[in-house]
Structure formats: C-alpha cells, structure tokens
DNA sequence: CTGAAAGCGCTTACAG
DNA sequence: CTGAAAGCGCTTACAG
C-alpha cells in the first residue's frame, strides 16, 4: 500500500501520481468518459485498486450543484403507515439514483422545522413532508430558492405548495354509509383532535354520509380529542351507554380503533364497528375488523413522482392530489344493531 | 431583493458583498464566532436576511471532514421491526446531530452492496447493517479507510466487525421451555431457510430445550424452508397431521406465525402456539398469541451506540452483542396438549 | 489523447 | 477586530 496518510481516503489526486498521470485523466476514467488510451485508463486503474480509492460523491455534487438526494419526514419512522409510506418513496427515489434521508417530528413542530431547515442546509434536492406543525411559512425562503416541497397525508399551512392527501371525507363517509347500510340509524364517531386535518375531514365525511341518509348527527354521539387509550375509553363508554348509546362506531384512526377494541364489550352486545386505517391481523380477529384503509404505498408514491416532477423543473401551480381509501369488509362492521 | 441569481441561492460571498465586509467576518457570524463588533455583526445579519441565506451544510462538510450523517441499511424499510429499529437508531443519531440515511435491500444481496457502496461514496460517518447477502468481503476497504460499519439482527460474513443481535437461541429455547411446562411433548418447529443466520439459532435453541428435557425432536417435526404463506400452510399441515402430529408449534418468525395462524384450525384441536417476533393486536386475538418478543428499539439503540463509539475513535476489538428477547404468555403457548 | 487552471461554498491557518 | 489566501475533493471549461 503506497497510502499517502493511514487512515485517511486516498483521493483522486493520490491515483494521479501513484499512476504518473493527471487528475483530469483519473477522473476521466472513474466516470468512464472516453478518450483515454487503453493502456493509461489500466495503469489508473491499477492504482485504484492498489489504493482502494472510491470517489466522495459528496464533493462531486458539490461541484455539480445537486445532491442526488431526498428528505422524508415523518411523524413517527416507527409507526407502520410511516413505514409503508417510506418504502415506496424509496422506491421512486431509488429508481432516480437518488438516497434518501429521513427523520421524525414526533410530532413536535419545532423538531419539524429543525430537521427541515437542516435537510434544506445540506441542499436536499427536495423534501417531503408529513407535517407536525400548522405553520409553514419557515420553508417560504427555502421554496423560493428552488428546494421544492411536497406535503403528505396534511397539507402545509401558510405555504402555497403540493399536497397528496387521502381522500379522508370520501373514505369516512363510505364507513358510514356502509353502518348505514346495514340497518344502523345512531352512529358514533370518535376522531382525534380537531386542530388535525385528517380530523377534521373525517368528521366532515361522517356527517355528511349521516345527513344525506336523514339521519341526525346528535353531538352527543361525536369525541374528539386525544387519542390516548384512558380517553378513548372514556368516549367509547360514553357513546355506548344509556338510552340513547350508538348502535355503531367508526373510530377516526389506528390508534383509536386500536384503544376502542380493547375497552369495547365482547360477544353480542357489542356495537358494530368501522376502523379508519388497516391493521395487520384485522382479519385475524373475531369478528374480523372492518376498516376503511388508507393506502400509504400509494400516498408515498404520488408524493414522490409529484417532487420529482418539481426537482425537474416543473413550475406549475401547486397541486393537491387526492389518493383513494378502501373499505374492507370483514365482519365487525356488518353485524346489525342491537335490540333496543 | 439583491439576489445575484433568481432561482440559485445566495452563498457567503454574496453576504459579504452585500454587508460589504469579508467572507470570514460572514462566516465568523454564522458560526457564531466571537470577534466581530455589534454593529458589523448586525450589518451581516441584516443582509442573511435581506438575502434569504441559509449555509450550505454539505460544502461546510466537505473541508471539515465528516459528513455528520450515518447510514443505515435494512432489510425493508417497510416492515414493523425495520422500522421500530430506524426509530431507535434516528434517537442516537440526533442526540449527535447526525442525520440518518435509509435504505432498503430488499433482501437482495446485490442491492444491499450497491447502497452501502453509494453511502460510504458519500462518506456517511458510519454504517448500520441489516444483511441480506452472505459476503460482505466488499466493505473491507470501506473499513479499513475508517467508514465503521456494525452489523444488526445478523452477524457480517467475511470481515471481522460488530454485529448486535437478539438472543435467537436463548429465546426459543425459551418458547419450548415454555410449552413444556405446560405439558407438551410432540413439539414442532417451523423456521426460515437455513442459510439464515437468525433460523439456525432458533433451531439452535429448540433443539437444546428439547434436548435438556429428555424429549426427542423428530426431523419430522422440523420444517424449514421459504416463509410464503403456502409453503407454511403445506408445512403446518404436515406437522399437524397423522398419528405423530405435534401439540405444539414453535414459529420461527413473523411471517410464518401469521400464515401458521391463518391455516391452523381454530377451537379445541388447535395446537399450542408460540411465535417468534411480536405481532400489534396480538392481546386482541382469541386466544391471545403467546410470543418471544425481540427488541428492535434495543437493538438499534445498542448498535447506534456502538457504531457511534467507533466513529469516536474506539479500535477496539470487534463485539457481539446480543440483545434479550422476552417470552410475553398471552393464551396460545399455555393451551394443554390435546387429547391423544 | 491529456492535463493545468479555475471554481463549487465553505473553513482553516495566518497575517495584519 | 477583520480579511486575503489556500484548500477540502471533485468537475467544468479550456488549451495543448
């Protein structure tokens, strides 16, 4: 080994003397660009191997002015519908040679606009984000400089920039048309807070479906609020009790659905149930879960093509995509309604 | 706005241009270096704003030498335990101010070389490494030049580096143990391929605690193989089949467990279970599944650690650490053998 | 076919 | 307190 210092990478101009040429010609042949004779393109090739040199693609992009690089972040890398998200965007940006950098808010405005502006500060090419906070106006500057950003799962707030939602009203409403249909009149939401967007729209989709069937959407059968499981449990008993209880429930998330169907009473009492977001083993349970799936393979890969089209120059008006959720039938929510 | 170029952002010199004073002074601003009066100091802030500056992370990177960031590989980014894994690592790392790359191997070995290739381009810190090929004999340059590299969940093949890894043998053993107890003899095992490092120990570890109890483990009890849902489906059958039929299941992981549950009669004839890996709902299922729990947040805590002591200069001898696993009795592994 | 010079946007080492 | 020069490891633009 003829390193210049151990330890440290031999560069490009370690190659060019170790192989008596010049640093131009090493380059040359590391980015396999022609006109360079058979015999010199060995001898620098010798020497790479002899020193174990590989290029830093960090400084080459410096010089080249793009990073050949993505952010992603997320609410919670460790939940599942992040993960499925991330998977598919990787995908994308894989096929684009492009790596990827991630991160979660857990959501903590603050921690998003650090980890964003840290993201823009290495010069990612562009960002997507799934936002914690309800004031984008931190990235205006960074948008403006050419770093395009795309929202996910809620738009941004304060920013005129591209967001790919499921088409949670739509999704909520065929949860409760499908109660509806089967035969139940006094239907219960339970949903996250209200501040939160896809909240908000669920509810929305909820009382629409309850509206147009000319059913009443007594206040009394809607909870909203945190999401931990002591409340949850609270809003289901509440919603289940007394004379006027629910025959039915669609809870507005995972996390919901998850804390309902622990406090909810087993065998026939117990009310029919829709879940906003699938669950692994939903089809395993008995009965088996009805849910109105959100697709995050398909949000991801939207979102992802959506930037890569802004990172390529598209400098069209911002765009807000929605992707389709899917009811999936599985038992819970089609038992009838209790006698009574 | 006095931007040299529309769409190209503002650089140092451009601040300093526009404060007219030196690069250094803008960068002894930034960096919040002492030795700059007030008011040159507000003149600088007064143009980063006016111009809408933000340093640019990666070339500032460049001439210090690191990259503060770390990659990390796995298996797939999408599935629960890669991303409870990621979440822990992500922790570590911003504690340290580093930022994260992922990818996936898709299990592909190819693919798996080709991105901790193209991370230790960047020069990425270090590398976290979930394997999916058995050679890993292309990252002894890496290392060697000073890219620390630990391996996660499986142990690196060809090269001598830290692997953190759950305890395989040691949790299974604890699974059979546990349906000994509850009094089976006829005990199965459905496991990955054998060239996994991680089906082999949990072999391991059935093969002990039957040995330990006196109790035969019959070939025909152990099925090792492809882990798609009708490989298990036809492997389970066997198991549960004919006068020798098993009373209890040990599952080697995740995937398998699920098909097990999906094809395993249910009621009174269903043998005892115990999975590998846990499952979300699986308190919800009737009976609820007994499982070995692995620890992915500890195993991305330790490794990230670990990887983080290497990067601080540590050159010590190559560790392997293992990580307990923790047998959670829900309903399934303490149901009593069946008749017969 | 080959290479010396300049530059990407910063920091380091130094001089005033 | 302030800044001009050199350099991180590459590529670009150009000249031989």
Redesign the interface.
């Known amino acids: 080994m003829t390193r210049s210092r151990a330890?440290?990478?031999p560069t490009m101009r370690d190659v060019a003397a170790a192989a008596g040429v010049g640093l131009k010609t090493v380059s040359r042949v590391v980015n396999g660009e022609s006109g360079v004779t058979p015999a010199t393109a060995e001898r620098v090739r010798a020497a790479i191997a002899e020193l174990?040199f590989?290029?830093?693609?960090?400084?080459r992009?410096?010089r080249t002015g793009r990073?050949a690089?993505v952010a992603l972040l997320l609410e919670?890398?460790?939940?599942?519908f992040?993960?499925?998200l991330?998977?598919?965007v990787?995908e994308v940006a894989?096929a684009r040679d492009c790596?990827?950098?991630?991160?979660?808010s857990a959501e903590d405005p603050r921690r998003e606009r650090e980890l964003a502006?840290?993201?823009?500060?290495?010069?990612v090419d562009g960002l997507l984000i799934v936002p914690a906070g309800d004031d984008h106006r931190y990235l205006l500057?960074?948008t403006?400089?050419?770093t395009p950003a795309v929202f996910l799962d809620r738009p941004g707030a304060g920013i005129d920039a591209d967001a790919v939602l499921s088409d949670n009203a739509v999704g909520a409403r065929a949860g409760v048309r499908h109660l509806i249909r089967h035969g139940h009149r006094r239907i219960g939401f339970v949903g996250d807070l209200p501040q939160i967007h896809t909240s908000t729209e669920r509810l929305r989709g909820y009382r629409e479906a309850m509206a147009e069937a000319g059913l009443p959407a007594d206040e009394r059968w809607i909870a909203t609020g945190p999401t931990d499981r002591a409340t949850v449990a609270r809003a289901v008993a509440r919603l289940t009790d007394g004379p006027d209880a629910v025959t039915a429930l669609l809870t507005g998330n995972n996390r919901i659905t998850?804390a309902a169907?622990?406090h909810l009473p087993t065998g026939a009492g117990r009310p029919a149930l829709v879940g906003f977001d699938d669950?692994?083993?939903?089809d395993?349970?008995?009965p088996g879960l009805t849910v109105v799936a959100q697709d995050p393979?398909g949000l991801g890969t939207t979102a992802a093509r959506l930037l890569f089209d802004r990172i390529d120059g598209d400098r069209g008006p911002a765009r807000r995509i929605e992707v389709p959720t899917r009811l999936i039938a599985r038992g819970s929510g089609e038992t009838p309604p209790a006698a009574g």
């Open positions: 330890g440290s990478r174990g590989r290029r830093n693609d960090s400084a992009l410096l990073t690089s919670d890398l460790g939940d599942p992040s993960s499925a991330s998977r598919a990787e894989r790596l990827l950098f991630a991160g979660s502006l840290a993201f823009c500060a290495r010069r500057p960074e403006a400089s050419g998850l169907l622990h669950l692994e083993l939903a395993l349970l008995a393979a």
